[in-house]
């Protein structure tokens, strides 16, 4: 019971947060908005912080279990990247973008007050430097963009997946909140910039630094 009460508690305050804005965000206004009684939330988390800490840890737990269902549909995920590699076939980068382009259509249409809610977080916690790097962690991973690069032959793959890994928060940042928000997206549109960076991140030389 506690766990399931916790889960609608990181629920709730996502819902909160989307909908209200995060300086709605309070104890007290969790426990009206989900019907418990007075102290609940406090119960089960002491502070604001503790409260934030668990919706960052929501997001990544669900984030990572999305990159886990998805790898039997794709080769874009490091399992998927070894199997490749083992029969000496090379991966398309096209098509990793069309297959990464899909799974971004699917995150923005199921998970959008998810990333409304991070992003609020992210810019209520820049003064708390490690509450604010799992945050901006919790929605892609450093490592398996890392992974996929190394795959595709970048000659620095750390650097080509901080590229990548920005501008899959711009793309998805353009469509729930920027210039595009409201408008009919396709995968089309958003593969076209991943094919240029999956592309140009295969050739890209190390830093000499």
């Known amino acids: 019971m506690s766990t399931d009460r916790r889960a609608?508690?990181?629920?709730g305050a996502i819902e909160l947060i989307a909908t209200r804005g995060i300086r709605a965000l309070t104890h007290r206004a969790l426990d009206t908005q989900l019907a418990l009684p007075p102290g609940s939330t406090s119960y089960y988390f002491r502070t604001?912080?503790?409260l934030i800490e668990a919706?960052?840890?929501g997001i990544t737990t669900r984030s990572r279990a999305d990159f886990?269902?998805?790898?039997y549909e794709s080769a874009t995920h490091p399992e998927e990247v070894a199997r490749e590699e083992s029969v000496g076939r090379p991966m398309d980068p096209v098509q990793v973008a069309h297959d990464i382009a899909a799974w971004l259509d699917h995150l923005l249409a199921a998970r959008r007050n998810e990333l409304i809610a991070r992003h609020a977080l992210i810019i209520e916690v820049m003064s708390d430097p490690e509450l604010h790097a799992r945050l901006a962690g919790s929605l892609f991973s450093?490592?398996?963009a890392t992974d996929l690069f190394g795959a595709l032959g970048a000659a620095d793959p750390r650097e080509s997946a901080h590229?990548?890994?920005?501008?899959?928060?711009g793309l998805v940042f353009d469509r729930f909140a920027g210039?595009?928000?409201g408008s009919a997206g396709t995968v089309d549109q958003l593969a076209r910039p991943l094919t240029d960076s999956l592309t140009s991140g295969q050739s890209r030389q190390p830093n000499s630094e």
Do not use: N
């Open 142 to 144: 450093l490592d398996r």
């Open 163 to 169: 590229d990548f890994l920005a501008l899959l928060e």
């Open 68 to 71: 886990v269902a998805a790898q």
């Open 55 to 57: 919706v960052a840890d």
């Open 48 to 50: 604001r912080r503790a």
């Open 8 to 11: 609608q508690i990181v629920a």
């Open 179 to 181: 210039l595009r928000a």
